[in-house]
T-cell receptor, first 114, second 116 residues
Framework: GNSVTQMEGPVTLSEEAFLTINCTYT??????LFWYVQYPGEGLQLLLK?????DKGSNKGFEATYRKETTSFHLEKGSVQVSDSAVYFC?????????????FGTGTSLTVIP | GAGVSQSPSNKVTEKGKDVELRCDPI?????LYWYRQSLGQGLEFLIY????????KSGLPSDRFSAERTGGSVSTLTIQRTQQEDSAVYLC??????????????FGPGTRLTVT
């Protein structure tokens, strides 16, 4: 079946530190992969996506590369800011094999301190 | 509206009561999803609507949960005889369309349900 596993949190970093949040997936087909972010008090919003192997999604200084060989989609940022404090969710969609269901990880809470 | 809206934003109910949660998707979005986010848990898929097709109800946890979507737009999630374990944030999302490519989901702010 399809599933997403992401690293346990919470993660606390100092401003300007390097961030990695690990995400691995299991899928029966050729999924699209996503990172969503949930800022405090707000709804989830798409951060970046990649629809095929070796694609790199990027946005707001965050990057993630779709690695089919390691079934991974790790989120990275070279220098985090306090404003990056949020919960990050890795997700996959294996359309059309499973219809339109999205599979989300449990979320990783990031706190960036000045 | 500009985004997905949900109402109420917060709902406190007594165990055994029925509740209705509402979702207004983005205009023109044909796909609508309901998820549940429990404390410390990820997003749990509940149900999916696409146009006039039969909904995918595979994620509904019990027959106390049901949902409908009227006129291909507004959706209502109903929980009957609420239990304390139903306490969670219920999220609605919509997307433009389905098909061979994955399309971005736009999430509402959620309804926080507390069953006492």
């Amino acid at each position: 079946g399809n599933s997403v596993t992401q690293m346990e949190g919470p993660v606390t970093l100092s401003e300007e530190a390097f961030l990695t949040i690990n995400c691995t997936y299991t899928a029966t087909g050729y999924p699209s992969l996503f990172w969503y972010v949930q800022y405090p008090g707000e709804g989830l919003q798409l951060l970046l996506k990649a629809t095929k192997a070796d694609d790199k999604g990027s946005n707001k200084g965050f990057e993630a590369t779709y690695r089919k060989e390691t079934t991974s989609f790790h989120l990275e940022k070279g220098s985090v800011q306090v404003s990056d404090s949020a919960v990050y969710f890795c997700a996959l969609s294996d359309r059309p094999r499973t219809g339109n269901q999205f599979y989300f990880g449990t979320g990783t809470s990031l706190t960036v301190i000045p | 509206g500009a985004g997905v809206s949900q109402s109420p934003s917060n709902k406190v109910t007594e165990k055994g009561k029925d509740v209705e949660l509402r979702c207004d998707p983005i205009s023109g979005h044909t796909a609508l999803y309901w998820y549940r986010q429990s404390l410390g848990q990820g997003l749990e898929f509940l149900i999916y609507f696409q146009g006039n097709s039969a909904p995918d109800k595979s994620g509904l946890p019990s027959d106390r949960f049901s949902a409908e979507r009227t006129g291909g737009s507004v959706s209502t999630l109903t929980i009957q005889r609420t239990q304390q374990e139903d306490s969670a944030v219920y999220l609605c999302a919509s997307s433009r369309q389905s098909g061979p490519l994955s399309y971005e989901q736009y999430f509402g702010p959620g309804t926080r349900l507390t069953v006492t």
